[in-house]
Each structure stands twice: as C-alpha cells, then as structure tokens.
C-alpha cells in the first residue's frame, strides 16, 4: 500500500484545524499515535470542544457537511470538504476515520491506517512498519 504524506499532513491537518475551531477559548487539544495488535497505525486527535450531537456523527463525513447548521451558525463556520477530505484519503490509503464525541464535553477523531503503508514525499519512501511513529507519543497543545 503506497500512501503520498502531502495528502496525510492535509489530512491530520484538518482534524487538528476542527479541533481548534470547534474548541473553547481554553482549547485542550491532544495528539496521539500507537501501533495496534492488528499491525495498524492510530492516530487519535481529541478536543475538549463543543461536541458533536449524536443524531449528526453519522452525516459528518458527507461532503459539505461539518458538525450541524446550529453549530456552524454559532462558531461562524460553513459547510466545506475538511472531514469528507479526511474519509477520503483514508479510505484511499486503506484505513478509516472514526469520531467519538460527546455533546458539551469533546470531540475525537481517530484515524487508522495499515501497518504497512508504504509513505511517499518527493521522491522518497518508506515503510512505517520499518520507521514507525513514536510509540504511545501524546502531545498536548493549550
């Protein structure tokens, strides 16, 4: 599985741009990355936002869709390709992205890719089985 990282930056990207958005003014956003047993990546990225109400996480992933009209209304955002991008590529790269999310309390996104997605970048290639991401990393942005 070749994978292209412009595409995955754009990818992580977005889910860290949502989370800053769609935090409050005290935004507590943590990254993490770990190797499962079923030799995929995850890589989960967390918010204490606003949440997502239920009846809306099954449609946040369709094109122009974000979260729902009364959120975007009241943050000021519009409908767009941010998550629809992000299932996308995902799905391309064959992995998936989940969204757990509590109204209220926080949103997080979870996005799993094969342990042996080959990543592409100008030219350069290499295997994250071979040169994996740094094991059970967290890193907390305030």
């Known amino acids: 599985m070749y994978a292209d990282e412009e595409f995955l930056q754009e990818t992580l990207s977005n889910l860290i741009d949502k989370s800053i958005k769609y935090s409050g003014e005290e935004a507590d956003i943590q990254i993490s990355s770990s ?8 890589i989960e990225v967390r918010d204490n936002g606003m949440g997502i ?6 449609r946040i992933f ?3 869709e ?12 519009a409908p767009g390709f941010g998550l629809n991008y992000v299932f996308r ?5 064959g992995g998936k992205v989940n969204v757990e999310s509590i109204e209220g309390e926080y949103s997080e996104f979870s996005l799993s890719l094969p342990g042996e ?4 970048y100008r030219g350069f290639q290499w295997n994250l089985l071979q040169n994996p991401l740094e094991q059970g990393a ?3 942005y305030v």
């Open 35 to 42: 190797y499962q047993a079923d030799k995929s990546y995850l």
């Open 117 to 120: 997605t080959l990543v592409s």
């Open 53 to 58: 109400p239920l009846k809306d996480q099954s």
């Open 62 to 64: 369709e094109k122009y």
């Open 89 to 93: 590529v995902a799905e391309a790269h």
């Open 138 to 140: 967290i890193h907390t």
């Open 66 to 77: 974000c979260a729902s009209a009364a959120d975007r209304s009241r943050k000021g955002g």
